[in-house]
Structure formats: C-alpha cells, structure tokens
C-alpha cells in the first residue's frame, strides 16, 4: 500500500512501529505459554492413559473369569451395570482461552441383587468405573488441547504477521518517507542558495 511521503505520515508509521514493537513481546509469551501449556497437558494425557492401561491389565484376571462364565443371563452382563450419566465439567481460563476443566464423572444408581453375582463383581465394577473416570479425564484434556491449539495457530500467525510484515513494512516506509524528507529539506536549501546569489547579483 502507498504512503504518503509527509511529516504527518512519518509520525504515523512510527507511532505504529512502537505500537507494534510494544505488542509483539506480549504476543510472543503468549504464544510461548499456550506451547508449554499444551505439552503439560499432551504429558499429562499419557500418564492417565498409561495408568489405565495398568488398570485394565490388572483386571484380565477377573474379566476372563466373567467372560468364562456362561450362567450370566445377558439381562445381567456386567456392563449393565455401568452406566455414565454424566461428565461434569466447570470453565477454566489459560493464556485468556476459555477452556472446560473436569469436575467430576457421574453414573447411573443401578440397583443389583448380589445373590445373582460372585464376590468379585463388586471390585470388577469398581475398576470399570475407574476406566470409564479415565476416559472422560482423557476427552476433556483433548478438548482443551484442541482450543488451546486453535488459540496457539492464531497467536502464531499474529507474531508472524508483525516479525515479518507489519513491523518490517513501517521500518521501510520510515526510511522511505525520511529519505523524501531529507531530500526535500536538501532542495529546499539549494533554492535557497540559488535565490540569494539571484538576489546578490540583482543589487
């Protein structure tokens, strides 16, 4: 875009230079602490992932006990009795990004006649609950880490737009418009020279 090459227009472009020389730090640490926030969480999704992993092939034992037994009517499948009803979830706020943070995980009250189980469902259905927490921990931590990314490619783009155009470009129309300036300042005063000889010479 063209510039005016005036006095007026040279303030301009170094109030905007300062402007965006000012703004461009902030937009860096910003970009900085999503970077470092979003690995915390990508670390902190693998060790949930990994514990329940732990947790599932701590209970093959009695998983393959209850897929031997055959004297479960289907109406009695351990899995009914499992039942998520809700993920609660409250706002949270990182590097100004609204994001949902894990409260608690809800299930359903399902009632069941312990004459109809063996003693170890109580603790089967314990760990189920527990892979079912892991899950909903490991969703919510995906959603943050998909907003925070989302925020992490605009603040990029932002910090790229000043490193390397709005910044570089007010540089250059500084220097241009200083230029034009000195160079109007020089003929001003060379006219100035030639009208005084001009003048000497007339008297």
Not at 131 to 158: G, H, N, P
Not at 189 to 194: L, Q, S, T, Y
Request: glycine share 4%; aromatic share 6%.
């Amino acid at each position: 875009m063209a510039v005016k090459l005036t006095k007026n227009e040279l303030k301009v472009q170094k109030d905007a230079l300062k402007q965006f020389q000012r703004y461009l730090p902030t937009l860096q640490l910003k970009k900085q602490q999503l970077q470092m926030v979003i690995r915390q969480i990508e670390t902190q999704m693998e060790e949930l992932e990994r514990k329940q992993r732990e947790l599932i092939e701590g209970i093959q034992d009695w998983v393959a006990v209850y897929n031997e037994n055959t004297a479960f009517p289907s109406e009695l499948r351990l899995e009914n009795l499992v039942k998520v009803d809700k993920v609660v979830k409250v706002k949270g706020n990182i590097a100004g990004v609204t994001i949902p943070v894990f409260k608690e995980l809800t299930f359903c009250p399902i009632v069941y006649d312990l004459n109809d189980y063996p003693l170890w469902v109580d603790n089967g259905l314990e760990s189920l609950r527990d892979a079912a927490q892991y899950d909903a921990l490991v969703t919510v931590l995906e959603e943050q880490v998909s907003l925070l990314s989302k925020e992490l490619r605009t603040t990029s783009q932002r910090v790229n737009l000043f490193e390397k155009v709005k910044i570089p470009d007010a540089k250059e129309n500084i220097r241009r418009i200083g230029i034009y300036l000195g160079d109007q300042q020089t003929a001003a005063v060379v006219r100035g020279k030639i009208a005084k000889k001009k003048l000497v010479k007339v008297l």
